[in-house]
């Protein structure tokens, strides 16, 4: 069992910045994949970035590379999003998640949902031009 809650969501110019936080509530925080996901009114949840808690290993998706960067304090249980060059297609709703087994298949962690059992109630980013 875990628990997720979101921070840092919020409004922000178009070229702006803001940054995510996700605090895990479980018994164990490493070792497990975590990720990042969004959705905007009318489309489907899209996998942003994830992670590896144990190695850090770390996959972006496309839209993002280069300007959105994952990251996670262990001794403060939190995982991290931090949004750069912020673009007007990059508002919706910021969900984290938590897969349920720790591990992974292959060199990095998933970024489809149905890989994460666990996910926070989410914040909101919103971006204008």
């Known amino acids: 069992q875990a628990q997720l809650v979101e921070s840092g969501g919020g409004s922000a110019q178009a070229g702006g910045s803001l940054r995510l936080a996700c605090r895990v509530s479980a018994p164990v925080y490493s070792s497990y994949c975590m990720g990042w996901f969004r959705q905007a009114p009318g489309k489907e949840r899209e996998g942003v970035a994830s992670i590896d808690t144990y190695d850090e290993a770390i996959k972006y998706a496309d839209s993002v590379k280069g300007r959105f960067t994952i990251s996670q304090d262990e001794s403060k249980d939190t995982m991290y999003l931090q949004l750069n060059s912020l673009k007007a297609d990059d508002t919706g709703m910021y969900y984290c998640?938590?897969?349920?087994?720790?591990?992974?298949?292959?060199?990095?962690?998933?970024?489809?949902?149905?890989?994460?059992?666990?996910w926070g109630q989410g914040t909101q980013v919103t971006v204008s031009s």
């Open positions: 998640g938590r897969a349920a087994q720790n591990g992974r298949r292959g060199p990095t962690c998933s970024l489809e949902g149905r890989a994460y059992s666990y």
